[in-house]
């Protein structure tokens, strides 16, 4: 049996958070007197460290800095979790909020999903959603404001390809129907900030919605998020008003966000 002091664990964890704060790394004098440690018990600790990897040494041989072994280990772990399991709380705490119905999507293979949702509403009417389902682009809030992301010409290309008024798409009587419209909405949608669906995914159905962001490739779209209800009772002011929370929201997902996480899940 390997006899490890518990000390000794928590003064090698105290290295590491501590290098984590030093991505430059620190020398063996800082680090004991950071730790309040002797010289001779600090050298022991970093040699364990890096003889198990996670500690290296710079160039020099005076700095000590952390290897990326930490960090794959946490995007072994993150990418074991379903992004839906990470984001319901979020979804369920917006959904408290504003009373409505509040709608995951995510971006694979160069489609969008809807994959979770959550129910504000307490009263009689409200949004029943179909989950699985591809997100149609030039109709919801979700499909503009991920549209509004891209460069212009990609955008039209995407919509182009699949046309205005493909038999497998839902349709509002406000649905855009045009190249002209669509260059003006993704236009008004970038200006904004969030995409507004008024009666154009379905009759009836308004929805406000942002886009999710890699934290660590910004430019990368990997999700939206939508707040949604009846019209007569989301009407624009109130839409609107929806904006901070869920841009509020849409923060905590791109925090919580792990790489890779919706393939994993999925499988």
Sequence with gaps: MVNVSISAV???LAILELLLEHPDGLQISALARHL???????HRLLQALINARYVKQDASGERYLLTLKI???G???????????IAQPILDSLARKTGELIRLAVVEDDEMMWVANAQGATG????????????TLHTTGMGKAWLASMPEKDAIARVSARGFDNEH???GPNAIKSLASLRREIRKTRERGFALNEQESELGLSAIAMVIRDRVEFNRVVGALSIAGPTFRVDRERLVSFAEPLHEAVAELEQAWPIRAFASGRT
């Excluded at 072994?76 to 399991?85: D, K, S, T, V």
């Design 10 to 12: 928590e003064r090698g």
């Design 36 to 42: 309040s440690l002797p010289l001779s018990a600090t």
């Design 71 to 73: 960090g794959s280990i």
């Design 75 to 85: 995007l072994r772990q993150m990418a074991g979790i379903n992004i839906a399991e």
């Design 124 to 135: 009689s009417i409200r949004c029943d959603p179909v989950m699985g389902r591809h997100v």
């Design 169 to 171: 798409d839902s349709l």
